[in-house]
C-alpha cells in the first residue's frame, strides 16, 4: 500500500505542471490569515485563486472594525492582485474561532443587524474589497466559550438575508457583484442549529470546514482530522463525503459547497504502534498543530513513516521511536479531493490557510485536481 502511495506521488509533478489556472466554475478560495504583519510581494499566487477571504475583521459594539495593525496595508496588497488576476475577488471574513463571542448579541434584533449591515457595507466600500464571509463559530452553540441563545438559529438567517438585500441594492449602485458566504461546521449539530435550506438562497458558497473532525486536545483516540471517506473502522463514522451528504439533504444545493481542506495537519504523542498509530489511544504534545509546511519539512522521513489510508482516502505519519501520530492532508488526498468536487458538482475548494504551504505544493495540487483531466488517473496509479 505504501509503495502504491510513493508511485503516485512520483507522477504528480508533471500533473502539477499541467496544471490549468482556476475558472470562476470552479472556486479556490484562500483564507489568508497573517495576523499583525504586512503581506510581501509576491507571497500570494493570485493566477491560483478566485477568491481570497483574509482573515480576520472582528466585531465589536455590534459593528465591523478592523482586526489587526495592518489590514488597511493588507486590503491595498491583495487589491493590488487584481491586476495581475482581473477575476480575483477579495472579501473580508469576519468572526472566527477566537472573534465570535458576539455575534448573538449583534443579530438578536432587527436594528441591531442593520447597524451591523451598514458598518459591513462602510467597510467594505472602505477597503474596495468584493464583499463579505461571515464565520460565526456558532449559532445556538457555545464555540469558544460564547454567549449564544436558541434565538440564534433564526437570527442567523435573518442577518443573512438582510445583507443580502442590503448588498443587492449597493450592486444597483456599484454594478459590481458583492459576495455573500459563510465558513461552517462540518457537524450534525451545526445543522441542527441552523436554517441552511433557507440561508443558501442568500449565498453565493457555503464553505463547508470539513476537517478538525478529530483533534488531540479532544479526542483520545486518533483518528483522521479531514477524510474524504468514512474508514468502517472509524469509532466516529466521519468524512467530508459524509458531511456533503447531510449538507445536500439540509437542503444546500451541491453547486454552492466549496469544500474545505486543511493546510495543517494534528499530532499526538504517547500512540501505540498497533495500525501504524491510527485509532489508537493518544495524548496532546506542544505543537500539536503542524503546518504541512512544517510536516514536510522536519517530520517526513525524519523518523516518521508515512501510511495511507486506502478507504479514507487520507495519509498519515506515525514515528515508532517516539510514539507520535500525525493527522495531515498531502497532494495526493487533494487531488483525489478535486476529483470528489468535479464529479459531485460542487462548487469548488477552500482551504485553512495560505501561510501552512510556502513552498505552494498543496495549492498547485488542488489547481491540477480541478483543471487537470490527468487528476481522473490519480487513484489507477
Not at 468514512?230 to 449538507?247: G, L, M
Not at 504523542?269 to 493518544?282: D, K, M, P, R
Not at 504541512?292 to 517530520?299: A, K, Q, Y
Request: one cysteine or more.
Amino acid at each position: 500500500m505504501r509503495a502504491l502511495a510513493l508511485s503516485v506521488l512520483s507522477l504528480l509533478p508533471g500533473l502539477l505542471s499541467a496544471a490549468a489556472l482556476p475558472t470562476p466554475k470552479e472556486q479556490v478560495i484562500a483564507y489568508v490569515f497573517v495576523k499583525d504583519r504586512v503581506i510581501q510581494p509576491g507571497e500570494i499566487a493570485a493566477n491560483k485563486l478566485t477568491r481570497i477571504n483574509y482573515a480576520f475583521a472582528n466585531l465589536q459594539g455590534g459593528r465591523v472594525v478592523e482586526g489587526f495593525a495592518h489590514d488597511r496595508e493588507n486590503f491595498a496588497a491583495l487589491n493590488e492582485l487584481k491586476k495581475q488576476n482581473p477575476q480575483l475577488a477579495v472579501l473580508v471574513s469576519i468572526g472566527g474561532w477566537t472573534w465570535s463571542g458576539n455575534f448573538s448579541d449583534m443579530a438578536l434584533t432587527e436594528k441591531s443587524r442593520k447597524a451591523f449591515i451598514e458598518s459591513a457595507v462602510q467597510f467594505v466600500e472602505r477597503y474596495q474589497l468584493n464583499g463579505l464571509d461571515i464565520d460565526w463559530e456558532y449559532p445556538g452553540m457555545i464555540g469558544d466559550n460564547n454567549k449564544f441563545r436558541p434565538e440564534d438559529k433564526k437570527n442567523y438567517t435573518s442577518l443573512l438575508k438582510e445583507l443580502r438585500k442590503r448588498f443587492d441594492r449597493e450592486e444597483k449602485k456599484s454594478g459590481k457583484h458583492l459576495f455573500t458566504s459563510v465558513a461552517t461546521g462540518a457537524s450534525t449539530e451545526f445543522l441542527s442549529h441552523t436554517e441552511m435550506r433557507k440561508v443558501q438562497k442568500y449565498l453565493d458558497t457555503v464553505n463547508l470546514m470539513a476537517y478538525d473532525y478529530y483533534e488531540p486536545e479532544g479526542d483520545k483516540i486518533t483518528g483522521h482530522h479531514a477524510p474524504l471517506f468514512t474508514n468502517p473502522s472509524d469509532p466516529k463514522h466521519i468524512s467530508a463525503d459524509a458531511s456533503v451528504h447531510e449538507y445536500e439533504k439540509a437542503g444546500v444545493p451541491a453547486d454552492k459547497i466549496v469544500l474545505g481542506v486543511p493546510f495543517y495537519g494534528h499530532v499526538w504523542g504517547e500512540v501505540a504502534a498497533e495500525n501504524h498509530g491510527l485509532f489508537q489511544s493518544g495524548r496532546p504534545v506542544p505543537n500539536a498543530f503542524a503546518n504541512f509546511g512544517d510536516i514536510t519539512g522536519d517530520m517526513l522521513n525524519k523518523g516518521y513513516e508515512r501510511f495511507w489510508d486506502s478507504a479514507a482516502s487520507a495519509p498519515y505519519l506515525y514515528n515508532s521511536s517516539s510514539r507520535t501520530f500525525v493527522s495531515y492532508e498531502d497532494e495526493r488526498s487533494l487531488m483525489l479531493k478535486c476529483r470528489y468536487v468535479n464529479e459531485h458538482k460542487l462548487a469548488g475548494v477552500m482551504f485553512w490557510d495560505y501561510s501552512g504551504d510556502p513552498k505552494g505544493a498543496l495549492l498547485d495540487a488542488l489547481n491540477a485536481g480541478l483543471h487537470s483531466t490527468e487528476s481522473k488517473k490519480v487513484e489507477a496509479h
